[in-house]
T-cell receptor, first 112, second 113 residues
Framework: DQQVKQNSPSLSVQEGRISILNCDYT??????FLWYKKYPAEGPTFLIS?????DKNEDGRFTVFLNKSAKHLSLHIVPSQPGDSAVYFC???????????FGQGTRLTINP | NAGVMQNPRHLVRRRGQEARLRCSPM?????VYWYRQLPEEGLKFMVY????????ESGMPKERFSAEFPKEGPSILRIQQVVRGDSAAYFC???????????FGSGTRLTVV
């Protein structure tokens, strides 16, 4: 039962344009959502998060949007840079739960 | 302040052998989490430990897998009688308290031949 889904295994974007990564979830008990970035042979690195009481959180070039009614969140990166090429994971957890449920990941490639 | 340290980075075991994966959390962190990433999949939660206690092991396979986080020393994930399906990247993360975000290590890549 995949509770967090990233339906696009890969995405290719031109440098300077906007990258939009999507994530859907099924568990309505999730109340905190995170995005992680992962380079090959390294561990995931925290990027940005959002609580279920918000619908948007912004940090520099990164913005996360949450649509609770659709159980959907997205990560926007603008402008995209070559160093953004990595695998991006969406993750979620519920109230009082320390474990994260991860999506399968989306491999983002930024083309010069 | 060193990050979360995992060793070894790469581990090769023959079927039937034991694998021991070590994780030293960041200084001041007493909460440790283990995740497993199978090829082409996301990370799957395995176990959450505090010093000397297992808090949540709902993601641990019922047999052959065990984890500990002793009062002194690193956290250990132990896999007995490894099989090919255990080949994966195993990531450890740590946090200073339960309601705080955590930091991942670089992982141990286990290959069972």
């Amino acid at each position: 039962d995949q509770q967090v889904k990233q339906n696009s295994p890969s995405l290719s974007v031109q440098e300077g344009r906007i990258s939009i990564l999507n994530c859907d979830y099924t568990n309505s008990m999730f109340d905190y959502f995170l995005w992680y970035k992962k380079y090959p042979a390294e561990g995931p690195t925290f990027l940005i998060s959002i609580s279920s009481i918000k619908d948007k959180n912004e940090d520099g070039r990164f913005t996360v949007f949450l649509n609770k009614s659709a159980k959907h969140l997205s990560l926007h990166i603008v402008p995209s840079q070559p160093g953004d090429s990595a695998v991006y994971f969406c993750a979620a957890n519920g109230v009082g739960a320390q474990k994260l449920v991860f999506g399968q990941g989306t491999r983002l490639t930024i083309n010069p | 302040n060193a990050g979360v340290m995992q060793n070894p980075r790469h581990l090769v075991r023959r079927r039937g052998q034991e694998a021991r994966l070590r994780c030293s959390p960041m200084k001041g962190h007493s909460h440790v989490y283990w995740y497993r990433q199978l090829p082409e999949e996301g990370l799957k939660f395995m176990v959450y430990l505090q010093k000397e206690n297992i808090i949540d092991e709902s993601g641990m396979p019922k047999e052959r897998f065990s984890a500990e986080f002793p009062k002194e020393g690193p956290s250990i994930l132990r896999i007995q009688q490894v099989v090919r399906g255990d080949s994966a990247a195993y990531f450890c993360a740590s946090s200073p308290r339960a309601d705080y975000g955590y930091t991942f290590g670089s992982g141990t890549r286990l290959t069972v031949v």
